[in-house]
């Protein structure tokens, strides 16, 4: 690739880059204002624990999942 072109991109990429950053930074002012700021991974610890309580009651309901049938061999 030529020097001028990686510049060129390099500059592009570098510019889109901090306008999301600014983006984002006014978003997460506008939704806390006025509240508690949540942590970054808050809503991802909150889903992954649903998931597990999720799975936990799929497990010990009975009934939903049939346990599987025992094959015996035939004698030849």
Known sequence: MHADTHLYLDRFRATELRASASADRLARECTT?????????AVRHRV?????EV???LV??????QPPRRVTPRAA
């Open 48 to 52: 992954g624990w649903t998931l597990v």
């Open 33 to 41: 204002r006025g509240t508690v700021a949540r942590r970054p991974g």
């Open 60 to 65: 010990q309901s009975p009934g939903l999942v």
């Open 55 to 57: 799975g936990l009651r």
